[in-house]
């Protein structure tokens, strides 16, 4: 497995989500190229940053660059699309709006330009339109390309773990549907040195007592998607064989 592509949303999901993915695969010599379909522009920004909400979608962009830098990561694309937020009318162009399969389109020409042997994106199961519609793209654009990757996963968080932080155990990925868990502890103070690289965002771990911290940020789990997963023993690797 020599080149892992990671498809997410919006800066910083690719360090508040999936930055243990992409330290352990940098870790174990595997390339790793990040498309993120919008900048972010409609985050909220964090308190004291001095930032203007103008200039938040240029902030969080190099953020994101900086960041996947610090993971191990080699490239970033950036897709195109609006930043959708939480809540009311998505506006024209935002990410939420596109057609899935325009949205599919522009992931399965990175797919055919980089060639990865491992596909992951964010399950989307946390509730976010943003990165339920880009779920959905990157898994269409798995099946429409002309390059197929040896693996897909989608990361999650099973709802054991968001079921601690946020009170509410219907949110998150039903835990029987988890097929692989990776130990990402190893990677720990790199991606705590790349998570400081959005300093426009308030990471949610903050938040966190130690213990719930450390079930977020010590554990990887993903779906399998391709091959497709037939049960027997949960995955713990994602990268060997």
């Known amino acids: 497995m020599n080149k892992l592509l990671v498809v997410v949303a919006h800066p910083d999901d690719e360090t508040f989500g999936l930055g243990s993915v992409i330290a352990h695969a940098a870790s174990h010599g595997v ?42 990561g080699s490239r970033v694309e950036m897709l195109g699309w609006l930043d959708s937020g939480v809540d009311g009318e998505p506006a024209p162009g935002s990410l ?21 042997d491992v596909v992951v994106t964010a399950d989307g199961s946390d509730g976010h339109r943003d ?30 773990v968001l079921g601690r932080f946020v009170g509410d155990d219907t949110i998150g990925t039903p835990d029987e549907l988890v097929t692989t868990v990776v130990d990402v502890s190893p990677y720990l103070e790199r991606r705590w040195r790349a998570i400081r690289k959005h300093a426009s965002q308030v990471p949610p771990f903050d938040a966190m007592p130690p213990d719930v911290q450390h079930a977020f940020l010590g ?23």
């Open 131 to 160: 990165h339920r519609a880009i779920a959905a793209a990157t898994l269409r654009a798995v099946k429409d390309a002309a390059w197929q990757p040896a693996r897909v996963y989608l990361w999650c968080m099973p709802r054991s």
């Open 31 to 72: 390339e790793v190229a990040v498309a993120c379909a919008t900048r972010g522009e409609l985050g909220e920004v964090a308190p004291g940053s001095g930032i203007e909400r103008a200039e938040l979608g240029d902030v969080r962009e190099a953020e994101l660059r900086a960041a996947v830098h610090e993971l191990g």
């Open 96 to 116: 939420t709006s596109a057609p899935v399969h325009e949205v599919a389109a522009a992931v399965a020409r990175v797919l055919e330009r980089e060639r990865p």
């Open 219 to 241: 554990t990887d789990h993903f779906i399998r998607i391709e091959p497709e997963w037939t049960g027997g023993p949960l995955e713990h690797e994602l990268f060997a064989g």
